[in-house]
Structures are given as C-alpha cells and as structure tokens.
C-alpha cells in the first residue's frame, strides 16, 4: 500500500513538472515548446490489477453417520448406509462462529451403541477361539478321544461276537431242519411199507419230534438273542456313563471358571461345553431307551413264538395219543406228506434267513469297524491340535470381527455432528426430535477467507505461486494483504469472444473485521520492482532495446538525444541505470502552437508525446 502511494506522489510530481517546464524554441517562426520530467529517484512497480470476490477457504457438508465432505460446487449427500437418525439435540444455529471440534448436533445412539456391543461380542468371540485352537487339545479331549476308541473297539467286538453266536445258531438249525426232512420222508416209507396203524402212529411221533425240535431252536434262538441285547444294552449304557462323565467335567470346569472369574469369553465357551455334554448324554439316553424298547419288543416275538410251538408241540403229542387210539390209515399217509413238505419248506427258508443274516452281520462288523477308523482318525487329530489353516481362519475371523466394530464404532461416532475447523455455520438443516434428512444436515465455512479473480493471458506469464498482493475491499473501504495460492492452467474465453482469463485464489493473512464471503474485491499483484531507482516516464524513452535515448534540453533549452541503459520498463516508469542524473530533464512531449495546423501524436490535443520506438522490460 505504502508503495502505490509513493509511486502515485512521483508520478503527480512528474506531472506537474512536466505541466510546469514548458520551453520555447528558438528557431521557426512558430517556436515548439516542450514538456519536460524531471528525473527522480524513487521505485519502478509492475503491477496487475484484477477484481474478484472473497469466499470461504472451505466449506463443509456434515451428515450424521458420515464424515465431513469438503463441499465442491453442490452440496453433497449424506446418512451413512440408508440409517434413519432420530435428531436429540441441536445446539448452533446459522451464522454462530464455531471452533474446531465443537458440538453442532446428536442423534440418538441407541442401534448404534447396541452395534458396537454386539461386534464386541464377536470379536471376543473370534479371539476365544483363536486362543483354544492356538493352545492346542486339553487333557479332557484327549480323554473323550480316547474313550470314543475304546467304545467303537466294544462294538466292534460284539459284532463280531454276535455273528459267530449267529453263525453257530444257523449250523444248528440247518442240522435240525436237515434231520427233520430225512425223518420225514423215513416216515414217509415206513408208513407205506408197514401198514396204515405203526405209520400213523410214526407220523406222529415224527411230528412230535418236529415240534420238540422247533422248541428247542426257538428256546436256544431267544438265549442267544437275550445275549445280543444284553450286549447292546450294555454298549448303551456305556455310552451314558461316558457323556455323564463328560456333563460333569464341563460342569466342574464352568464351577472352577467362575469361581476364578474367568473372562466372559472363556465362560461363554464353558457354558457352550455344558450344552454340548448335555445334548450328548440325552442322546445316549435316547439310544439306550430305544435299544431297551427294542429289545423287549424282540423278547416279545420269541416269546410268542416259543409259546405257539410249544401249542404245536402239544397238538402233536395229542395227534400221536389220538392216532395211538385209533387213525386212519389214508390221514397217516397225507400227514406223513404234509410232514415232509413242511420240513422242506422250512429247510429252505432257514437257508434263506441264514444267508440274509450272514450279510447283515458281515455289514455291522464292516460299519463297526469304519466307526473304530473314525475314531482313532479323531483321536490323532485332537491331540495334535489345530493346523495352520484353521488358526489362519481363526485369525482371519478375529480380523473381520475387529473390522465390524471399527464400523460400529464409526456409525455410533457419527452419531455427534462436530465442526472440522473453526468457522461459520451456514446452514441447519435439522430439528430435534425429528428424524435427519437424507442430504445435509449442517454446514460450517472455514473462518480463512480467500479472494477469487481473473486475469488476463498477457498478466498470466508475470504471476508467480506466493507473490504477494494488496486487496481492497470495496464495502470496507480498507485494504488487506494476501498471498497468490493457486493459479488455473485452464483460461476461458467470454461467448461473444474477447481476451482469454484465467482464475486465480489469493489467501487474505488478516481479513478486516467485517469481511464476509461474497464481498467485492480489487487485487493489485506486484510482479516486478526496482526500489530507490532513478526513474522517468516512459514517454520519454525512444529507440529499442539496448539503443534507448532521450531527449534532455541543454542551458540554451535545446533538447540534445543522450543514450541512456534502462532496467525496468512499465506503462508509467521507466528505471535509468545510466546515462542521466537526479534533476535532469527529459522531454515528455511537445505543445504545438494555437494556430499551427501541424499537430499529431495521440493524448490530450496539441500533445506530442515521445514514445519508446521498441519494446521495453515489461509493462504494466
């Protein structure tokens, strides 16, 4: 500012001493007069000078769930996921002052803290079993392991225990059923040979020895079956001691875990335990009652079907006391028939049923067997531990339990709307106790102002990044200072064509009180100086570059050409290095006289001015 103003007084002071020293030539009837400057030292200024407006440094769209968004053009959206956010308080109103950090509104938190808890409690989750695996299998599962090995090695035991006694059971039957058919067809003949009478009466006994046959088969098939059940019950319950045992050390470790105050994560896994033993001592149970009930049912069977043979044994015997008595000999010989054909009948079945015994049970060893497999498989796989892929997917799992809450921790943040910077509200758009809009909910304006303006293409190669400029603020009526901050490499040309502009943003360091965003702007840029110079007008200058002279008037107010080496050249000044002297006096320009009529050159009317003949260092 300073600087304008000096360079304002040189040039009235010129101006005045050009008005001022006007000399008369001696030659021609008509004698010219000159308009002189004096020379001076003082500072040679190139300047641009450009009108713009102030605005915000930077404004900022805030919406509850979402961080702030610097605001480019239009107001940005807002609301985090589709959230509805219910409004509690609302404490600015547009056009407070607000400073970095301050409370503009909240909402209620209530979803939000609850999903921050509930992702606790997964990542706690995640960690826990990223710990158990990474500890590797505890004396308990060791132990289950190994009574699962010692249960299938009972089962299989028995199943193989249960097709020998099979087995053996068939051999039987299959001698029984055999010698039924060749007593039958002996009977058979001996009753042809001898007589109607002695071959009823050996029919009879034949079928009498049938039915005490059938008795002793069914008697020996329903011990042999009470064995097989007995060791299926036996497997059962087992089976129930094992699971009780393993309630009770769930239970003991979820007691000893509490009573130590174990942390919740590791009483979660205990009480998850329990469930588990639980769950497994009631399936046993369910085996256990199952194989109970099936067992009576098969009890059931035989015992019916011992009863009926034992009828069909006491029929016989009837039939032999009958026969005895009396009989026909045609009836001996059909029951001697029948005999023979039922023996048959029920020699094939056997074989039948003693074949589809004999896979069933080669099915339950096999299945036996694969179960015992299982189990040592398990075994080897619980006491050497977790691999290093499940504790990589256990790791992977605790990182995306802690990125779920990173998230809700965000969302439950979002809940308070703060300023990011200190400034000015501009803009509210929420009531509490309402739900928030969609969009914006509030806007805040950086308290640093900036200047926005245009400039021509000619000024654009003299702007420089960090160049200093003087602002005047037309409604202010007072001046500030501010830096160059950015200059646009894109220029626009107006629609109607005309000088191509380019956008600049000036930083103001110290706004004047009152200056608000929207305000009037006039910026002087300063792009080259030379302080404490000797300086002319430029008019004064002729030649070009490297050959300028001027004109001074000697004692006699002649005007006599001196080469002068010039620095600095602007629209008004031009800087002398050499050639002239504080004082001298250059000509400016000539006054023609009132009646002569050979008058040119551009200005006021009757002003000659001496213009440089080429270009200068620049210009303003």
Same mark, same amino acid.
């Given at each position: ?40 030292? &003082? &500072? ?27 605001? =480019? ?15 509690? +308080?609302?404490? %600015? ?24 808890? =509930? ?46 006694? &099979? ?30 009478? $002695? ?17 002793? &088969? ?44 174990? !942390?919740?994560?590791?009483?979660? +896994? ?49 039939? =032999? ?35 589809? #015994? ?37 790791? !992977? ?6 990125? @779920? ?50 400039? $021509? ?15 005047? =603020? ?35 360091? $110290? ?38 002279? %001027? ?18 050249? @602007? ?23 009132? #009646? ?25």
């Amino acid at each position: 500012m300073k600087l304008k103003a000096a360079i304002a007084v040189v040039l009235l002071a010129i101006a005045v001493a050009a008005v001022g020293s006007v000399f008369a030539s001696p030659f021609g009837p008509a004698p010219a007069q000159y308009l002189t400057a004096a020379v001076v030292k &003082t &500072t040679v200024a190139q300047q641009i000078v450009a009108s713009g407006s102030v605005r915000s440094a930077a404004t900022y769209d805030l919406a509850f769930g979402a961080s702030p968004v610097l605001e =480019l053009g239009a107001p940005a959206a807002g609301g985090a996921g589709g959230a509805v956010w219910l409004v509690s +308080t609302v404490v %600015v109103k547009t056009g407070d002052r607000v400073t970095r950090g301050a409370v503009l509104a909240t909402a209620d938190t209530a979803a939000a803290t609850a999903s921050v808890q =509930l992702a606790k409690a997964g990542l706690a989750a995640a960690k826990a079993r990223l710990a158990v695996d990474g500890a590797g299998p505890t004396a308990a599962d060791r132990a289950a392991a190994y009574d699962a090995i010692l249960q299938a090695q009972q089962q299989l035991d028995l199943a193989r225990q249960t097709g020998t006694v &099979t087995s053996q059971q068939s051999s039987l039957q299959v001698r029984q059923a055999e010698a039924a058919l060749v007593a039958a067809r002996a009977k058979l003949a001996a009753d042809q040979t001898a007589g109607p009478v $002695t071959s009823t009466i050996q029919a009879d006994q034949a079928a009498v020895l049938a039915a005490q046959q059938q008795v002793d &088969t069914l008697t020996l098939e329903n011990r042999a079956a009470a064995t097989q059940a007995g060791g299926a019950a036996q497997a059962s319950a087992l089976k129930v001691s094992q699971a009780q045992a393993a309630l009770q050390a769930a239970a003991a470790q979820l007691a000893a875990d509490q009573a130590a105050h174990a !942390s919740a994560a590791t009483i979660a +896994t205990d009480r998850a335990a329990v469930a588990q033993a639980q769950t497994a001592l009631d399936a046993a149970n369910l085996d256990l009652s199952t194989a109970s009930a099936s067992s009576s049912q098969a009890a059931q069977l035989s015992a019916l079907k011992l009863t009926q043979a034992q009828q069909a044994l006491q029929a016989a015997q009837a039939r =032999l006391a009958a026969d005895q008595a009396a009989g026909p000999p045609v009836a001996t010989i059909q029951s001697d028939q029948a005999a023979i054909a039922t023996a048959q009948a029920q020699l094939d079945s056997l074989r039948l049923s003693i074949k589809s #015994s004999a896979t069933q049970a080669s099915g339950q060893i096999s299945s036996a067997a694969l179960s015992l497999s299982i189990a040592q498989n398990g075994y080897a796989s619980k006491v050497v531990g977790a691999t290093a892929a499940t504790i990589s997917t256990d790791q !992977s799992a605790v990182a995306g339990a802690q990125e @779920t809450l990173r998230l809700a921790q965000l969302t439950l943040d979002g809940a308070t709307l703060r300023s990011p910077v200190d400034g000015i509200v501009v803009a509210v758009n929420v009531v509490a106790g309402a739900a928030a809009p969609a969009g914006l909910d509030v806007a805040v304006s950086a308290a640093s102002l900036q200047v926005t303006a245009t400039v $021509t293409e000619t000024d654009l190669p003299s702007l420089k990044l960090g160049q200093k400029a003087d602002v005047s =603020l037309t409604a202010l009526g007072t001046t500030a200072t501010a830096t160059v901050l950015s200059i646009s490499p894109t220029g626009s040309i107006p629609g109607s064509g005309g000088v191509v502009t380019y956008p600049i943003v000036l930083a103001l360091a $110290t706004p004047p009180a009152g200056t608000f965003s929207g305000m009037s702007a006039q910026v002087t840029i300063i792009t080259a100086q030379a302080t404490n110079v000797l300086a002319v007008p430029s008019i004064a200058l002729n030649g070009g570059t490297g050959q300028y002279t %001027v004109q001074v008037l000697d004692a006699s107010g002649k005007p006599q050409n001196r080469p002068v080496q010039v620095g600095l050249i @602007t629209g008004t000044l031009a800087e002398i290095t050499s050639g002239l002297a504080v004082g001298d006096l250059v000509v400016t320009g000539t006054v023609a006289p009132l #009646s002569g009529t050979n008058t040119s050159g551009g200005g006021l009317p009757g002003l000659l001015p001496a213009a440089p003949a080429g270009g200068g260092q620049g210009g303003g």
